[in-house]
T-cell receptor, first 113, second 114 residues
Framework: AQTVTQSQPEMSVQEAETVTLSCTYD???????LFWYKQPPSRQMILVIR??????QNATENRFSVNFQKAAKSFSLKISDSQLGDAAMYFC??????????FGTGTRLKVLA | DVKVTQSSRYLVKRTGEKVFLECVQD?????MFWYRQDPGLGLRLIYF???????EKGDIPEGYSVSREKKERFSLILESASTNQTSMYLC?????????????FGPGTRLLVL
């Protein structure tokens, strides 16, 4: 069975600094998608970034980028120039096909002014 | 913008009550999901639906049922609420078009069962 592991329950970063959130997953499939979602306090969960497993190039969205290591089954999220608004719970998720999403346990990110 | 709404942000119910959680999406999405979110456990899938009147069990369906009579609406039913069903419930929807699509989430319903 597929699993997603986020080993860091909580992380802190100084404003304007860079932070990396870790995610590993376990699967025997070759075709799948990976996602990072952000859940701000008392607000809706939103997509931060996605990565298709067949693409070798790491996805980037403005200050957010991933380090996708398919052989190591690792999918970390790097946030550059951290802002106060980045404070949230971040979830790593794996999807195979259209419906099967598996989420990690989340990492709470604190941004220090 | 995709909008997914849930009928209540906060709900307090008594043990044994029948509880209905409603979710509505306005983007004509084929797929709808109900998750339960608990600290340290992440999101766990309760049920999902890929079409009207179609449903599939997720990882933790026990104690829950669902209904999808219209494409835009997906209801989660707790037949007889128990204290261990106190949790945050998240609804999500996604389109079938293109594998690059992702899920869109509602604001969540925080349910307390006394």
């Amino acid at each position: 069975a597929q699993t997603v592991t986020q080993s860091q329950p909580e992380m802190s970063v100084q404003e304007a600094e860079t932070v990396t959130l870790s995610c590993t997953y376990d699967t025997s499939e070759s075709d799948y998608y990976l996602f990072w979602y952000k859940q701000p306090p008392s607000r809706q969960m939103i997509l931060v970034i996605r990565q298709e497993a067949y693409k070798q190039q790491n996805a980037t969205e403005n200050r957010f980028s991933v380090n996708f290591q398919k052989a190591a089954k690792s999918f970390s999220l790097k946030i550059s120039d951290s802002q106060l608004g980045d404070a949230a719970m971040y979830f790593c998720a794996y999807r195979r096909g259209t419906y099967k999403y598996i989420f990690g346990t989340g990492t709470r990110l604190k941004v220090l002014a | 913008d995709v909008k997914v709404t849930q009928s209540s942000r906060y709900l307090v119910k008594r043990t044994g009550e029948k509880v209905f959680l409603e979710c509505v999406q306005d983007m004509d999405h084929e797929n709808m999901f109900w998750y339960r979110q608990d600290p340290g456990l992440g999101l766990r899938l309760i049920y999902f639906s890929y079409d009207v009147k179609m449903k599939e069990k997720g990882d933790i369906p026990e104690g829950y049922s669902v209904s999808r009579e219209k494409k835009e609406r997906f209801s989660l039913i707790l037949e007889s609420a128990s204290t261990n069903q106190t949790s945050m419930y998240l609804c999500a929807s996604s389109p079938d078009r293109g594998h690059q699509e992702t899920q869109y989430f509602g604001p969540g319903t925080r349910l307390l069962v006394l």
